[in-house]
């Protein structure tokens, strides 16, 4: 594993660069962002420590692309505090989300199985109030619960709408944020016109920039005094659209008209953004992150803190996703493959990459498992928990990462996917040669194609169908 983590190391440097001299006076600040690669080791445990349960801060960004942190190649955009983080921890290149866009991917995270084993998770994304989280099954909030740990989630939750479903109904003790895909960043009106920001299941009015009022919730709750280990799930909105950075308020007050106008659409903002305001959106993500891990620090919970940063899905529209081919809601490596970090310095040494292919039900069998809580037998985790290949060097094994959308399929088995679109041609790439999914090796590898279709058929066999 370590001479394809060094060939991948190089590659990325030389990814970054070419893009830097094609955006000329951006080309130092690329070079620049590779630096804190150089220095990378291999991933190895360093087993003998005996930590105590960690806080756990897990937090997403919404929408971000694999390689929109300067960390992961981008020539443009500027993360210097996740880049730290990133130092002080494990990088994976090769982390995916449980699905392509928002709401799966949440299911597959707070239940630590394939979205289709429930029927809210069906929808891609959740788009009304008739589907969401079933209250009575285990998630990862209600089992850390149990096991003794406060838990609170802060920002976008989308898994479901009042009055049947919220987070305060499925484990976590505290919830502030909202309840739908997106909101204007200022009024807080969600897709339909409806007000959405909440404290508990109580509409909570602040107009203020969202970003600031989740960072400011969210370092406010790292400092209290907690008499047992926390769980935080901060979920931020940014940098999905609307394409409003703090202050574009001309902005806002246009698409707030719009929307009282009754434009659905609005939201969207297919008339607006661009290049440089999605980096100044990534960019502030950024520096709100750093905020919150300096309150982490200031109370005294780093070394103790279990945190962990990814995204949702892959990158939309002006998301810089070099070398991967695909976006959000496809199958393709773009719309799965999301930069992903760790950092717990009581239990794991900083300055490390992992090759290692995961995807977000590992996380959650993970934090279950280094949390002290075991999943309920009737509903059996689909992810692999990482903590003895983490914690103790243990060697993880080999299994198959799946994934169904409505009308793609693919599934990983160490170097190889096996993918069909919805064009309905079976495909197959050697992505550690191929990342950008363009040398179908299909033809020439008919017999590992269809060991890799078998298996996801067996997968899909015990999924709930797609209504309709």
Known sequence: MSSSLSRRALGGAAVGTAAAVALGAQAPAA????APSAAERPFRAAPGRHPKRPNILFI???DLGWADLSSYGSPHIRTPHLDRLARQGVRFTDAYSGSATCSPTRFSLYTGRYPGRTKGGLAEPIADTSVGLDPTHPTLASLLRGAGYSTALIGKWHCGYLPDYSPTR??????FGNFG???EYYSKLGLGGEYDLYEGDAAYKDLRYYTRILTERASEYVARDHDRPFLLNLNFTTPHWPWIADGDEETSAEIVRRIKAGDRSALWHQDGGSVE????MVEDLDRSVGQVLAALRRAGRERDTLVFFGSDNGGERFSYNWPLAGNKGSLQEGGIRVPSVLRWPAAIDGGQVSDLPVFSPDWTATLLEIGGARPHPAYPLDGTSLA??????????ERDLFWRVRGERALRRGEWKYYRGKGGRDQLFHLTEDAREQADRAPFERERLAELRAAWERVDAGLLPYPG
Not at 31 to 34: I, L
Not at 388 to 397: F, I, S, V
């Open 181 to 183: 895909g997106a909101l």
């Open 388 to 397: 003895g290949h983490l914690l103790r060097g243990h060697e993880p094994a």
């Open 31 to 34: 070079q620049a962002a590779q």
């Open 277 to 280: 305001k999605y980096k100044e």
């Open 170 to 175: 499925s484990g976590w003790d505290e919830f």
């Open 60 to 62: 997403l960004g919404d």
